[in-house]
C-alpha cells in the first residue's frame, strides 16, 4: 500500500506570521483522520504511518482526532472500534461522533431505526458481528445482532463527543451551521449539516476541520477543510497533520 506524505517547512514564524494563517498552540501536534467506514485496513495503515511520523519527529505533545463515520459500507466496523477503543488506550486519541455511529445507537433500541440503518450502509456492519441463517427475517437480524454488540462497543458509541477544539481550529464530523456559537450549536447539525455549511464563504469563529461529504481530493478553503477522500469506496484515508502554523497529509 503506497502511503503519500508531504511534510513542508513551516514558511511562517512567530513574529511574521500572516493573522489569517490558524495556528494550533505551541509544543502542539494534531492528527486528524476522515471518514473510515469499515475499512480496517486502511486505518491499520493510515496508523502505522502517524506512528511513523511521530517517531520521526518527535517533541510535540501529538494528539490523534477522528472525525466520525467509523462505521457502515465498509466490511469491518466491529474491528474499526476495536482499533479505536486499543487506540484510546495506546494514545491521546478523540473520537468524535459522525452521523453513522447516531444511528447505529438508535437501532440498537428500536427495530424500525434498524430498518433504515440497513439502507445506508449498516447492513455491512450487522455482517461485521453476525452471520445469521440464510433466509433469516429482519427481526431475526436484529436481535441476533444486538445481542453480538459487546457493551465495550455500545460504551464507546455512547461517550462520542460532538467537537474539539485546539487553537484556531474545531474539529466536527459533519460542519456547523453558519452564525451559531460553537456553544450553541446542535449535536445533530454537527453530525449531518450539509449544504448550508458547505455553501457557507464567510468564517464560522475557528478553522472548521471535518469529513461527512466526500470528495475526490481534501478540500482546503479559509474557513474550511474536508478531510472525507470516500475511503471506503477509494481505498484513500486521509490524515491531515497540523503544527504550528504548517498543515501537511499523510493518506494511504
Same mark, same amino acid.
Request: aromatic residues 8%.
Given at each position: ?6 511534510? &513542508?517547512?513551516?514558511? #511562517?514564524?512567530?513574529?511574521?506570521? *500572516? /493573522?489569517?494563517? /490558524?495556528?494550533? &498552540?505551541?509544543?502542539?501536534? @494534531? =492528527?486528524?483522520?476522515? *471518514?473510515? +467506514?469499515?475499512?480496517? *485496513? $486502511? $486505518? ?21 482526532? =477522528? ?12 474491528? #474499526? ?67 453480538? #454488540? /459487546?457493551?465495550? +462497543? @455500545?460504551?464507546?458509541?455512547?461517550? $462520542? ?11 466536527? +464530523?459533519?460542519?456547523?451551521? &453558519? ?13 449531518? @449539516? ?5 455553501? +457557507?464563504? *464567510?468564517?464560522?469563529? !475557528?478553522?472548521?476541520?471535518?469529513? !461527512?461529504? &466526500?470528495?475526490?481530493? /481534501? ?9 472525507? %477522500?470516500?475511503? =471506503?469506496? %477509494?481505498?484513500?484515508? %486521509? ?10 497529509? @499523510?493518506? %494511504?
Amino acid at each position: 500500500m503506497t502511503m503519500l506524505k508531504i511534510r &513542508p517547512n513551516s514558511t #511562517v514564524t512567530e513574529h511574521f506570521r *500572516d /493573522p489569517a494563517i /490558524p495556528l494550533v &498552540p505551541d509544543h502542539m501536534r @494534531i =492528527y486528524a483522520v476522515g *471518514d473510515v +467506514h469499515g475499512r480496517l *485496513d $486502511l $486505518l491499520t495503515a493510515l496508523q502505522a504511518a502517524i506512528d511513523e511520523d511521530m517517531a520521526a519527529h518527535p517533541g510535540p505533545d501529538c494528539v490523534e482526532v =477522528y472525525l466520525g463515520d467509523y462505521v457502515d459500507r465498509g466490511a469491518q466496523s466491529s474491528g #474499526v472500534l476495536d482499533a479505536l477503543l486499543q487506540r484510546q488506550k495506546d494514545r491521546k486519541a478523540i473520537c468524535i461522533s459522525g452521523n453513522h455511529e447516531a444511528v447505529m445507537l438508535e437501532s440498537l433500541l428500536s427495530q424500525e431505526s434498524f430498518s433504515r440503518w440497513l439502507r445506508m450502509g449498516g447492513l455491512e456492519t450487522v455482517y461485521s458481528y453476525v452471520r445469521p441463517a440464510a433466509g433469516a427475517d429482519e427481526a431475526r437480524l436484529w436481535n441476533e445482532w444486538r445481542a453480538a #454488540v /459487546p457493551a465495550e +462497543h @455500545i460504551s464507546f458509541l455512547r461517550k $462520542l463527543t460532538s467537537f474539539f477544539v485546539c487553537g484556531d481550529y474545531v474539529f466536527v +464530523h459533519a460542519g456547523l451551521r &453558519p452564525g451559531i456559537p460553537l456553544e450553541e450549536q446542535s449535536r445533530e447539525d454537527m453530525m449531518w @449539516i450539509r449544504r448550508e455549511f458547505l455553501d +457557507h464563504q *464567510d468564517g464560522f469563529g !475557528h478553522c472548521v476541520v471535518h469529513g !461527512h461529504t &466526500p470528495m475526490k481530493d /481534501p478540500e482546503v478553503l479559509s474557513n474550511r477543510i474536508n478531510i472525507d %477522500t470516500g475511503a =471506503y469506496a %477509494t481505498g484513500h484515508l %486521509t490524515c491531515l497533520v497540523l503544527e504550528g502554523a504548517d498543515r501537511f497529509l @499523510i493518506a %494511504t
